[in-house]
C-alpha cells in the first residue's frame, strides 16, 4: 500500500465547510424520458450534475476514503481495472456523518422533488476506483489523496471507442430506488464518463459526466442506464450512495441482487434487514395513529396493509440468499456471470434456435431451489392476464411474445440471480448463452451444486419455513 494513504487524520464533517450546492440547473423527469409513473416512483427521473462538495469536502472525502483502516477492510478489485471500496462508511465516521447529515439529506431531497434517506448505512459512499494497472497492488498504488491532475495519450482503440459498449457494468437498473454519483476526480482531460439512459421509446438520453466535487441523481430502479468508462484522465474515483423514499406509504422497491457478489453479506444482512423492519414499524404506526383518530376500521385499507407487509417480508427474506448458496454459485459461473444473471443473459439464451424446444422439456417442479417461486410463478402470470402492471428489479415485467411466461422470467422479476444461474445450469439452457466458453455448462448438467460433498438439493429441502414465505 502507498505510503500516502497509511495514517489519515479526517476532520469531523462540517457542511459548512464540506459542501458547496448549487441547484442543479436541470432535470429530467419520468414524462421528459417518456416513462409512465408507477405508485412507487417519484416526478424526477435524474438531474444534470450539479456542484455538492467544496475543494476541501473532496480533499476530506478522500482523505476519508483512503484511510488506512478503510482500505484494509473495503478494497477489492472485482473488475478489471477497478478497485471497489463497500461498506467503507462502517470504518469512516466522516463517511457516514456526510451521507446521514440533514443538509445532506435536504440537499439531495430538494434536488429529486421529494424526501428521501440513505438506504442504509453500507450503501453510503460505494466507491469505484478507475486504474491503470490490473494487479491488485500495483492498483493500489495508483491511489492518493490529492486528485492526480495530467493527461493520458489515448491508444488508437480509445480514440474509437464506443461510449455505449466502454463500460465495466453492462445496461441495467439499480437495485435501489435512487442514486447520487459524486465524481472525486479531476475530470478536465478525461473523456468519456457519462451516463446513457433509455427512454420509454427505445431513444437514448446523455447525462454528461460530473466534474470534480459535483453530482448528479438518478431514480435508477425506474431507468434502464448505462455508465461509460473514461479515458484520457490519470484517475477516475466517483462515489455512489443510495437513497429511498421517506414517506409512509410508498411502497420500497429496493433489492439486493447487484451488490451481494460484492458485499460481505453477513453485514449486508444485518443492515437491510434492519431497515427493512424500521420501514415496516413506520407503517404501522401510522395505522394505529389512524385508527385511533378514525375509531373505526376499513377493513379494505386493512387488507391492503396486510398484503403489502407480507409480500415486503417475503421479499425481504427472499433477498438474504443464504451464504453457502452465494458462494457456491459464484465459485461455479464467476462474478462476471453473476452480473451478467438478469433480462440480458436471458435475452442471449432465448435468441438461440433451440431455445424454445428445450424449454418445453424444463419441470422447475423438479428443480428445488425454484420450489418456493412457483406460486408466485402463477400470481404473475395472471396479474399480467389481468393487465396489471407489474415492476421487477429489471424494470416493467411484460409478457413474452411468443412464449408463456415462465420460471426464468419470475427469478430475473425478483433479483434472484442465484437460482437463476443454478436453473439455468440444471435444466441446461445455459449452454444455449452466447458465450464461447461452453464447456461450463456441461458441469451443472446434473443438476446439482457440490460444496463439501452435500448436495444442494438437501441444502434446500432443510431450509425449512424460511425459504418457502
Same mark, same amino acid.
Given at each position: 500500500?502507498?505510503?500516502?494513504?497509511? /495514517?489519515?487524520?479526517?476532520?469531523?464533517? /462540517?457542511?459548512?465547510?464540506?459542501?458547496?450546492?448549487? *441547484?442543479?440547473?436541470?432535470?429530467?423527469?419520468?414524462?421528459?424520458?417518456?416513462?409512465?409513473?408507477?405508485?412507487?416512483?417519484?416526478?424526477?427521473?435524474?438531474?444534470?450534475?450539479?456542484? %455538492?462538495?467544496?475543494?476541501?469536502?473532496?480533499?476530506?472525502?478522500?482523505?476519508?476514503?483512503?484511510?488506512?483502516?478503510?482500505?484494509? @477492510?473495503? &478494497?477489492?478489485?472485482?473488475?478489471?481495472? $477497478?478497485?471497489?471500496?463497500?461498506?467503507?462508511?462502517? =470504518?469512516?465516521?466522516?463517511?457516514?456523518?456526510?451521507?446521514?447529515? *440533514?443538509?445532506?439529506?435536504?440537499?439531495?431531497?430538494?434536488?429529486?422533488?421529494?424526501? %428521501?434517506? *440513505?438506504?442504509?448505512?453500507?450503501?453510503?459512499?460505494?466507491?469505484? !476506483?478507475? #486504474?491503470?494497472?490490473?494487479?491488485?497492488?500495483?492498483?493500489?498504488?495508483?491511489?492518493?489523496?490529492?486528485?492526480?491532475?495530467?493527461? !493520458?495519450?489515448?491508444?488508437?482503440?480509445?480514440?474509437?471507442? @464506443?461510449?455505449?459498449?466502454?463500460?465495466?457494468?453492462?445496461?441495467?437498473?439499480?437495485?435501489? +430506488?435512487?442514486?447520487?454519483?459524486?465524481?472525486?476526480?479531476?475530470?478536465?482531460?478525461?473523456?468519456?464518463?457519462?451516463?446513457?439512459?433509455?427512454?420509454?421509446?427505445?431513444?437514448?438520453?446523455?447525462?454528461?459526466? +460530473? #466534474?470534480?466535487?459535483?453530482? =448528479?441523481?438518478?431514480?435508477?430502479?425506474?431507468?434502464?442506464?448505462?455508465?461509460?468508462?473514461?479515458?484520457?484522465?490519470?484517475?477516475?474515483?466517483?462515489?455512489?450512495?443510495?437513497?429511498?423514499?421517506?414517506?409512509?406509504?410508498?411502497?420500497?422497491?429496493? =433489492?439486493?441482487?447487484?451488490?451481494?457478489?460484492? $458485499?460481505?453479506?453477513?453485514?449486508?444482512?444485518?443492515?437491510? &434487514?434492519?431497515?427493512?423492519?424500521?420501514?415496516?414499524?413506520? @407503517?404501522?404506526?401510522?395505522?394505529?395513529?389512524?385508527?385511533?383518530?378514525?375509531?373505526?376500521?376499513?377493513?379494505?385499507?386493512?387488507?391492503?396493509?396486510?398484503?403489502?407487509?407480507?409480500? =415486503?417480508?417475503?421479499?425481504?427474506?427472499?433477498?438474504?440468499?443464504?451464504?453457502?448458496?452465494?458462494?457456491?454459485?459464484?465459485?461455479?459461473?464467476?462474478?462476471?456471470?453473476?452480473?451478467? &444473471?438478469?433480462?440480458?443473459?436471458?435475452?442471449?439464451?432465448?435468441?438461440?434456435?433451440?431455445?424454445?424446444?428445450?424449454? %418445453?422439456?424444463? /419441470?422447475? %417442479?423438479?428443480?428445488?431451489?425454484?420450489?418456493?417461486?412457483?406460486?408466485?410463478?402463477?400470481?404473475?402470470?395472471?396479474?399480467?392476464?389481468?393487465?396489471? $402492471?407489474?415492476?421487477?428489479?429489471?424494470?416493467?415485467?411484460?409478457?413474452?411474445?411468443?412464449?408463456?411466461?415462465?420460471?426464468?422470467?419470475?427469478?430475473?422479476?425478483?433479483?434472484?440471480?442465484?437460482?437463476?444461474?443454478?436453473?439455468?445450469?440444471?435444466?441446461?439452457?445455459?449452454?444455449?448463452?452466447?458465450?464461447?466458453?461452453?464447456?461450463?455448462?456441461?458441469?451443472?448438467?446434473?443438476?446439482?451444486?457440490?460444496?463439501?460433498?452435500?448436495?444442494?438439493?438437501?441444502?434446500?429441502?432443510?431450509?425449512?419455513?424460511?425459504?418457502?414465505?
Amino acid at each position: 500500500m502507498a505510503a500516502h494513504v497509511e /495514517d489519515l487524520s479526517v476532520a469531523p464533517f /462540517d457542511p459548512k465547510i464540506h459542501l458547496n450546492y448549487t *441547484p442543479p440547473k436541470k432535470v429530467f423527469t419520468l414524462e421528459d424520458l417518456k416513462l409512465k409513473p408507477l405508485p412507487s416512483s417519484s416526478n424526477i427521473a435524474a438531474t444534470t450534475p450539479f456542484p %455538492l462538495l467544496s475543494e476541501e469536502g473532496v480533499l476530506a472525502y478522500r482523505r476519508a476514503l483512503f484511510a488506512k483502516e478503510v482500505l484494509d @477492510n473495503c &478494497a477489492t478489485n472485482p473488475y478489471t481495472n $477497478t478497485i471497489v471500496l463497500r461498506n467503507a462508511a462502517k =470504518y469512516s465516521k466522516w463517511l457516514h456523518d456526510m451521507w446521514s447529515h *440533514p443538509e445532506t439529506v435536504r440537499i439531495v431531497s430538494e434536488a429529486m422533488g421529494t424526501p %428521501l434517506v *440513505p438506504i442504509f448505512k453500507l450503501e453510503e459512499g460505494f466507491v469505484s !476506483v478507475q #486504474t491503470k494497472s490490473t494487479n491488485f497492488q500495483d492498483m493500489m498504488k495508483e491511489i492518493s489523496i490529492e486528485p492526480l491532475v495530467g493527461k !493520458v495519450e489515448l491508444t488508437e482503440e480509445e480514440k474509437n471507442f @464506443n461510449p455505449l459498449a466502454a463500460s465495466t457494468i453492462p445496461w441495467h437498473f439499480d437495485s435501489y +430506488p435512487y442514486a447520487c454519483i459524486v465524481m472525486l476526480s479531476n475530470t478536465e482531460n478525461m473523456i468519456g464518463g457519462e451516463t446513457y439512459i433509455k427512454t420509454g421509446d427505445g431513444e437514448i438520453q446523455k447525462v454528461e459526466g +460530473p #466534474t470534480m466535487g459535483c453530482a =448528479y441523481i438518478i431514480q435508477g430502479w425506474m431507468l434502464e442506464h448505462i455508465a461509460s468508462r473514461a479515458f484520457g484522465a490519470k484517475e477516475r474515483i466517483a462515489s455512489v450512495t443510495s437513497f429511498r423514499q421517506n414517506k409512509p406509504g410508498v411502497y420500497d422497491v429496493s =433489492y439486493m441482487s447487484n451488490t451481494r457478489g460484492v $458485499t460481505n453479506l453477513k453485514d449486508m444482512y444485518y443492515e437491510w &434487514a434492519e431497515y427493512r423492519l424500521e420501514v415496516m414499524r413506520t @407503517n404501522i404506526e401510522k395505522m394505529q395513529v389512524k385508527l385511533k383518530g378514525d375509531g373505526v376500521v376499513d377493513p379494505k385499507e386493512f387488507g391492503n396493509l396486510a398484503k403489502e407487509h407480507a409480500d =415486503y417480508m417475503t421479499r425481504t427474506a427472499r433477498q438474504m440468499v443464504p451464504y453457502e448458496y452465494n458462494k457456491a454459485v459464484i465459485d461455479k459461473f464467476g462474478l462476471i456471470e453473476y452480473g451478467r &444473471a438478469s433480462d440480458k443473459l436471458w435475452e442471449e439464451i432465448q435468441s438461440h434456435p433451440e431455445f424454445q424446444q428445450r424449454l %418445453l422439456r424444463v /419441470d422447475s %417442479l423438479q428443480f428445488p431451489p425454484a420450489l418456493p417461486y412457483v406460486g408466485d410463478l402463477a400470481e404473475t402470470i395472471a396479474a399480467l392476464d389481468r393487465g396489471e $402492471t407489474i415492476m421487477g428489479q429489471c424494470g416493467l415485467v411484460q409478457k413474452p411474445k411468443n412464449r408463456p411466461y415462465c420460471m426464468g422470467d419470475e427469478l430475473i422479476r425478483q433479483g434472484q440471480k442465484e437460482v437463476l444461474l443454478d436453473w439455468l445450469g440444471w435444466s441446461g439452457l445455459y449452454e444455449l448463452r452466447a458465450l464461447p466458453q461452453k464447456e461450463k455448462a456441461a458441469n451443472w448438467s446434473s443438476g446439482r451444486i457440490l460444496l463439501g460433498g452435500l448436495s444442494w438439493h438437501r441444502i434446500w429441502s432443510s431450509l425449512g419455513l424460511l425459504l418457502r414465505l
